[in-house]
Structure formats: structure tokens, C-alpha cells
């Protein structure tokens, strides 16, 4: 990857999107000069738009532009994605304080400062001091603080730290820069050789092969792995946090104990989980949607984010990610029922060391035959 590439597709998505922007900037001045005058439905029209823009417009330069490098456009994807999670989050909580807001209004009541925290104590229960109140925080600061936040769950009061600890910060560059070189060290030396030596095999259909090549893979597959979560959940986002002086650092648990995919899967990610489970899991829930049915949806929508992340970079839609996502679906189920305590450890990471290589190795065989075989 080259700085040449990643400037190409900044540049590329910024100006198919810039239009959108400003078309959406007209559009809200225009309600604001003439606010009262829209209707709540219309609203809804206008935020699912821009939020189907912000991942449509994206994918579709990617896949339209094919000197768009894969690396680069994994990355613009991801940020994207968080944007519109974000976004997402920014004005679902917005509508429950405006809703809590003509309920109190209604009722004569006094109105409390509303946040996430006081909501649903999701993402923190630290005090505060001076609480915003709806609709204080609707400016372009907060905003702004919640777009560069290491969390994907808006509050009107986030946690704060009372300073920038300047040691830690340092400590968390070095092991962002030192961990980076090693991924790609490890990547280029360890990795890359031993997919292209699965080529064959997987062309021949030798499945002893195969399946050696895949063990072989899952070796450094693994170690890589483990160590960009360090890298990003541990250094990336405390590197982020401090700057920020963002107060909740709680980005990852205890997932290497995990007994159940359901429990890996809820402790691996923080942020993406408190995200489902605000966003998701508790709207189908209040809903009348049944528990496991709930969860069920939860997997697809991790599933097609995974499949969005991996199939648009690549220009090819063969849902191996979104079936590696779905098999996590009756894993959960049998493994609940039928492993626990050490067996149910083990089971969590054979999925793990083993469930990456082979997807690994279905795009990379998928890609190989589409761009280079004959």
C-alpha cells in the first residue's frame, strides 16, 4: 500500500460524497429557517436517506474505480461505518430525549438532564457535575467530540478524565508504532508466503493438502490476530481516549475465558456490543421479538457488516464472511447447551484459530482464480 493509493480513494470518496453533503447542509438550513413546518415522518425519510447514502456512496466508488487499492478501501469502508453508527446513535438518542421531553412537558413536570448514562447506564455512570440538557447539546462541539470519541454510543454527558497522562500516552504510541511494523513484518514474511502455497492445492481440490495448509495458516493467522487487538483495542483507542481525556475505557473483557460464542462475542467487541444491544437488541426486544430470535438478528447484521467490509474492498460477493458469522449461529446454540467450563473454552478457540484461516483462504483461492487464472 501506498500513500499515492490511500490519498486516491480519500479523494475519490470525498468528491462523490461532497455534493451529498452539501445537499444535506441546503436541506437543514432550510428546516431550520422553517422549523415547525416538518413533519416527524418526513424526518425519519430524510435521517434514513442520508444514512443509506453514507454507506452506498462508498461501496459504490470502490467498486466502480478498479484502481482503487483493497488495503485503502477496507480502511474508508470501516471509517464510514462508524460514521453512520455513530450517526446512527447521535440521532436515536437525540429523538428519546425530545420524546421524554414533550412527556414531561405534558405532565407539567420538571425536566431532568437527559443522557445515555441516565437512559440505560450504558456506556458509563460517571457523575457529573454541570449535566447538559436536551436540547443544549445540539452544536457543532459536541458533536464533533462524539465523531473522534472511542465509543459508538452517544451520551449528552460523557465520562471525562481530569487530565492527559503523558507517560501513557507515550507508552501507547510505542506499541502502536512497534505493534504496526509487526503485523506487516509478520504479514509479508509468514503469512503471504504460506497462502500462496495453498494455491495448488486448493486448484487440485487435494483436501489432505488442504487442510494441512490450512493448520499451517492458522498459526500465523492467529498470532496476527491477536496481536492487532492489541493493537487497536488496547493502544489505538487508549491513545484516542487520552487525547480526548475520554473517561470510559472499557473497550474490551475478559473474552479469552469465554465458554459460549455468545460470550466471546459479547466481550471481545465493547463498543460494537453496547451499540447492538442499545440500538438493536432492546428495540426488537421492546418490540415483542423473542430472546434467541433477538440474538439471531444480531448475528446477521454482524454478519453483513463483516460481508460489506470484506466483499466491496475485494469487487467479489461470495458470502463467505456472512456464513462464517451465521455458523456462529448454531455454535452458540449447541455449544450452550452441550459444552461448559474447559470444554466450552477450548471449543470457543478451535472456532477461532481454525473458522479464520479457512475464510482466509476461500476469498484469497476466489480472488486468485478471478483476477489470475487463466
Known amino acids: 500500500m501506498t500513500c499515492s493509493a490511500l490519498s486516491m480513494i480519500f479523494e475519490k470518496c470525498l468528491k462523490y460524497t461532497i455534493d451529498v453533503d452539501l445537499f444535506c447542509l441546503y436541506l437543514f438550513i432550510y428546516l431550520f429557517l422553517f422549523q415547525g413546518y416538518v413533519q416527524e415522518g418526513f424526518g425519519l425519510f430524510l435521517h434514513s436517506s442520508i444514512f443509506s447514502l453514507l454507506l452506498s456512496v462508498p461501496a459504490i466508488v470502490i467498486i466502480y474505480l478498479p484502481s482503487i487499492n483493497a488495503v485503502p478501501a477496507v480502511i474508508v469502508l470501516a471509517c464510514y461505518t462508524v460514521i453512520f453508527l455513530k450517526m446512527y446513535s447521535y440521532r436515536q438518542v437525540n429523538s428519546w430525549c425530545r420524546e421524554a421531553q414533550r412527556l414531561a412537558t405534558h405532565k407539567r413536570k420538571p425536566i431532568r438532564s437527559l443522557s445515555a448514562s441516565s437512559m440505560g447506564k450504558v456506556n458509563g455512570e460517571a457523575k457529573q457535575v454541570l449535566p447538559v440538557r436536551y436540547p443544549d447539546n445540539l452544536n457543532y462541539k459536541d458533536l464533533s467530540y462524539f465523531m473522534f470519541a472511542p465509543t459508538l454510543c452517544y451520551e449528552l454527558d460523557f465520562p471525562r478524565s481530569s487530565r492527559i497522562r503523558k507517560r501513557f500516552l507515550l507508552r501507547r ?10 503485523i506487516i513484518g509478520l504479514t509479508q514474511q509468514w503469512m503471504v508466503p504460506t497462502i500462496r502455497n495453498s494455491m495448488q492445492p486448493l486448484m487440485m481440490m487435494d483436501l489432505s493438502r488442504v487442510m ?5 495458516l492458522a498459526v500465523p493467522n492467529h498470532l496476527i490476530w491477536l496481536i492487532f487487538f492489541y493493537w487497536f483495542f488496547h493502544s489505538t483507542l487508549n491513545v484516542v481516549a487520552e487525547l480526548l481525556r475520554f473517561g470510559d475505557r472499557e473497550f474490551y473483557r475478559d473474552w479469552w475465558n469465554s465458554e459460549t460464542v455468545v460470550y466471546f462475542w459479547q466481550n471481545w467487541n465493547i463498543p460494537v456490543h453496547k451499540w447492538c444491544v442499545r440500538h438493536f437488541y432492546k428495540p426488537l426486544i421492546h418490540a415483542g421479538v423473542k430472546r434467541w430470535h433477538a440474538q439471531m438478528a444480531v448475528f446477521l447484521l454482524s454478519a453483513f457488516f463483516h460481508e460489506f467490509l470484506v466483499s466491496v474492498p475485494l469487487r467479489m460477493f461470495r458470502l463467505w464472511a456472512f456464513m462464517g458469522m451465521v455458523i456462529q449461529i448454531p455454535l452458540a446454540f449447541i455449544g450452550g447447551r452441550m459444552l ?4 466450552g473454552n477450548a471449543a470457543v478457540w478451535l472456532s477461532l484459530i481454525l473458522g479464520q484461516p479457512a475464510v482466509v483462504l476461500m476469498y484469497v483461492h476466489d480472488y486468485y482464480v478471478t483476477h489470475y487464472s487463466a
Not at 494441512?212 to 499451517?216: A, N, S, T, V
Not at 461448559?340 to 470444554?343: P, V
Open 173 to 182: 504510541l510505542f506499541e502502536m508504532v512497534f505493534l504496526m511494523q509487526l
Open 340 to 343: 461448559s467450563g474447559y470444554y
Open 212 to 216: 494441512e495448509r490450512m493448520l499451517k
